[in-house]
């Protein structure tokens, strides 16, 4: 499958600790994307990067950063997590930074107790 | 600033009946403006962008730039139709996709 693969499926940790949500983007695809989709907030846009550098940044908190590898995989970095950070966070791919079709993957569901 | 309205949150119709799926946008340039599909259990794939005037699965969408809408439509909603849609903008220069809240179709049969 050379789509968007994201780990882990699911991830449940506590308050405080630190995650890396991990994403391999489509093949030939150099734009990955970050959401965090929350049941009040909806899928909101996070952060970009594109062949390595970050490229536009949206609703992401200080705690929160990000990276994009020499093999174009990302990580979403999420630390001293709270309650609310409980979401589902979504990775994107797309060819280009010039609006075209995102590609999404299936998520990591993180639940903070 | 961007932003993308879907007004309903729920919409159901039963099966042959016509749907349309509202989205209003705000933009002060050309945006580009998409909409994504999530079926049940699946990932969010892309159904239309505007600037293809294709139609997908039965489905229409025009770019109303004096309304600031972009209404996604089906003459004869099927049942394996039902899924929760998202309207999309993408504008600028950052090419960031702003999401509506989103609206849950449910095709009856």
């Known amino acids: 499958d050379s789509g968007v693969t994201q780990t882990p499926k699911h991830l449940i940790t506590a308050t405080g600790q630190r995650v890396t949500l991990r994403c391999s983007p489509r093949?030939?695809?150099?734009?990955v994307y970050w959401y965090q989709q929350s049941l009040d907030q909806g899928l909101q846009f996070l952060i970009q990067?594109?062949?390595?550098?970050?490229?536009a940044k949206g609703n992401i908190l200080e705690r929160f950063s990000a990276q994009q590898f020499p093999d174009l995989h990302s990580e979403l970095n999420l630390s001293s997590l709270e309650l609310g950070d409980s979401a589902l966070y979504f990775c994107?791919?797309?060819?280009?930074?010039?609006?075209?079709?995102?590609?999404f993957g299936d998520g990591t569901r993180l639940s903070i107790l | 600033a961007q932003r993308v309205t879907q007004p309903e949150k729920l919409l159901s119709v039963f099966k042959g009946a016509p749907v349309e799926l509202k989205c209003n946008y705000s933009?002060?340039?050309?945006?580009?403006l998409f909409w994504y599909v999530q079926y049940s259990r699946q990932r969010l794939q892309l159904l239309l962008r505007?600037?293809s005037r294709e139609s997908i699965k039965g489905f229409t969408a025009d770019l109303n730039k004096g309304e600031t809408s972009f209404h996604l439509k089906k003459p004869f909603a099927q049942e394996e139709d039902s899924a929760m849609y998202y309207c999309?903008?993408?504008?600028?220069?950052?090419?960031?996709?702003?999401f509506g809240k989103g609206t849950l179709l449910t095709v009856n049969p």
């Open positions: 994107a791919s797309s060819v280009g930074t010039g609006g075209q079709p995102q590609h």
């Open positions: 093949s030939g695809d150099l734009s």
């Open positions: 990067y594109y062949n390595g550098e970050e490229r």
């Open positions: 933009y002060s340039g050309s945006p580009e």
């Open positions: 505007h600037i």
């Open positions: 999309a903008l993408s504008g600028g220069s950052n090419y960031k996709l702003t």
